[in-house]
């Protein structure tokens, strides 16, 4: 049954041979380029979101001033920018690099396949994010500016603007960008679950699979059953703002809240859906410089799958000041607290990895542990914001950014750094410069600090967030040097991606050249050439352990005896 699924991938499988460029790196059908071509698109799209944050961080830290490369930032273009900010970097930057990139290029190299499932539809996903990105960037150029409405767009912001120039296209083009974006994520989707669960190579069994592969698995459910009721509430806001309906419009006799309801229904499971992609990353490359077998391997499974189904119990905590009936926040508080659980129990899991190791400080591991450190900030910090007493005094402050950022960023940047770092040799062929790459990572993770340790002070003193002069407040005055620091910190961030930029070009160009398994690694692939052939292997492989059991064929397996000796004592344990 596996060579009959081989065989089917491989026939649908269009030869190099004989391509144009254009065919052959620009509208490919091949998993690796399209995984490259949104990694690409994700880093542009990053260093536009940053670029969008420097200007108003700049605007909060010294208020009125004009930003360097800017000019003076009025209070419409600070709230545009901080829309678009929020935006950009989950829906443009986190889920093509997490998704996309890593998805498209990794799934059919770990389970052994030729490509992906549906390789045109694969094509067609990442040209459908990209018009969707065209589409936001132009709604900077609209006469009415882009969206102001926040990246959560809540109503009635959104459907009644304070624009009144005709209709408002900053923000039908923001629906219009996002909706072809989640259009694009459920083709991606659709490829992750089958090619997984259909072409695994023969021996890869469910309970074989690496943890990426798991955690792309997770996410493309998740977004799959949580994005329909949101791209519902983004047709009806359209037709309030292009036609004239009145889904949500309170002065048509609409609920604003409704809109919250279809948003958070998603957007907490979203949350997950970058988060667990970024953590699986970790989870693969601490086993590798611990030289150890990646601990509780099926309680990390499970734990994934509890994290999933409780995702979709839990998005009313963000409504605790909405004026909901206090009854009804008891028992979403119960599940914010309750999904802290699996979480737990998978940082925790890779924390034992840890223990006893032969830890190596390469590049991808300092990002890693990076990653894993400010991933338990955001988990602790989110206790008091999923409890309603507590909530009610921090809704809407810094303290609430500092935990939000403090959970995706570990995941979505810093883990994705150290997966870019990590998988480099096998998508170029060539090896990144280590000390350009840990030059990178002391000023990333020391600026992200620097910016977002801040935050939680200024929210703890009752700094509320998305005020264009909070300087003007009497009371706001004893906590602004706290915006100095943070925005000197996102200024030392801007600065640490210099090395990254002429590490990832140069390297790409002139890197020393990378063996097929550098890091002496035990997933898949790494058993095919850096980097792999068209049809990734030579021949099908056939696997006879799982990637924690050490023994694939093809892969190097210093560390086995090591490996037999932990889980031996594991089990008298």
Known sequence: MAETKSEAVSSSIEPHEGMGFWRRYIFSVDHKVIGKQYLFLGLFMGFVGVGLSYVFRWQLAWPGTAVPGWGKVNA?????????????MVFFVAMPVLLGAFGNFLIPLMVGARDMAFPRLNMASFWTIFVGTILLLASFFVPSGASRAGWTNYVPMSASPTYTGGVYWGEVLWLLAVAIDFASVLMGGINFLTTAIAMR????????????????????????LSVGPLIAGV????????????????????????????????????????AVPGLVIVQEIIPVFSRKPLFGYRLIVWSIIAASVLSFMVWAHHMFVSGMDPTLAEPFSVTTIAISIPFALMLFATIATLWGGQITFSTPMLFALGALANFLLGGVSGIPLGTNASDIYLHDTYFVIAHFHNTLVPTAVIAGFGGIYYWFPKMFGRMTNEALGK??????????????????LIGLGGGQRRIYRSAAYTFYKPLQ???????????????????FLVNFFWSMLRGAKAPANPWHAATLEWATDSPPPHENFHTTPTVVRGPYEYSVPGIEQDWAPQAAEIEAGAARA
């Open 439 to 456: 030059i990178h990572f002391v000023l990333t993770w020391v600026g992200f600090n620097t910016v977002f340790i801040p935050l939680f």
């Open 481 to 499: 040097p706290l915006h100095v620091i943070a925005t000197v910190g996102l200024l030392i961030i801007i600065v640490g991606q210099i090395p």
């Open 235 to 274: 047709v009806m806001l359209l037709l309030d703002l292009l036609v004239g309906t009145a889904f949500f419009d309170p002065q048509k006799g609409a609920d604003p809240l409704l809109w919250q309801h279809l948003f958070w229904f998603f957007g907490h499971p979203e949350v997950y859906v970058v």
């Open 76 to 88: 419409p273009q600070y709230y545009e920018l901080v829309t678009m900010h929020g935006t950009v």
């Open 201 to 224: 190579a023969p021996g890869m069994t469910m309970w074989r699979l690496p943890m990426l592969v798991w955690g792309e698995l997770a996410a493309s459910v998740m977004f799959m």
